[in-house]
C-alpha cells in the first residue's frame, strides 16, 4: 500500500490516514498494525491531527489501547504545545474533569485560556464557537478551586504563552 510506503519514509500526513483507515476498520489489521501505532509514528513526525487521535484513542480506549488519561495528557500536550486548538481543548476538560494530576492547578486553567484565545480567532468556525461558549462550564470548573491570586497567575501563564515552533 502507497500510504505505507509513505508513512515510512517519514510522511506525517500518511501516518495519518493509514491510521484513520485502520480506526474505521477500512483496511485490515492484521497487516498494517493498530490505529495508535500510525498515529503516533505521525505524532512523531509533527503531525498534528496524528498526536491528537492518539490522545484520543488513550482518552477512550480505541484503536487498541486501553483508557490511560496519563498517555492521552502527553499526546494532548504534544500538539497542544503547538496551538492545536483540538487538542488544547481537551486537554483542559482532562484536567476540569480531574483526570489527570498536575503540580501545578493554575495548569488546566491555562490550557482553557489558551484555547479561548485561539477560538476569538474564529469565531464563526464550529470548534471556536463551542471553545467560546463552554456549554458545561469547563472554566469555571477550573477557576472553582483556585485562589484569587491562583487564577490571576493562570491568565498571566495564558497571556504569556506561545505555541511551540
Known sequence: MALRQQADKGNGDAALQLGNLLARDKIPAG???????????????????????????????????????????????KSAERAFLPSLLNLAILHADGRVSSLDNRDGLKWMLVAQQAAAQC???????????????????????????????????AERWHPVR
Do not use: F, M
Open 123 to 157: 469565531p464563526d468556525n464550529p470548534i471556536c464557537k463551542l471553545v467560546l461558549e463552554d456549554p458545561k462550564g469547563y472554566r469555571a470548573r477550573l477557576e472553582a478551586p483556585l485562589s484569587a491570586d491562583e487564577r490571576r497567575e493562570a491568565r498571566q501563564l
Open 31 to 77: 497487516q498494517y498494525g493498530n490505529a495508535v501505532d500510525w498515529y503516533k509514528k505521525g505524532c512523531v513526525l509533527n503531525n498534528l491531527s496524528a498526536c491528537h487521535n492518539a490522545a484520543v484513542s488513550y482518552e477512550h480506549g480505541r484503536n487498541g489501547v486501553k483508557i490511560n488519561n496519563t498517555e492521552a495528557a502527553n499526546y494532548y500536550l
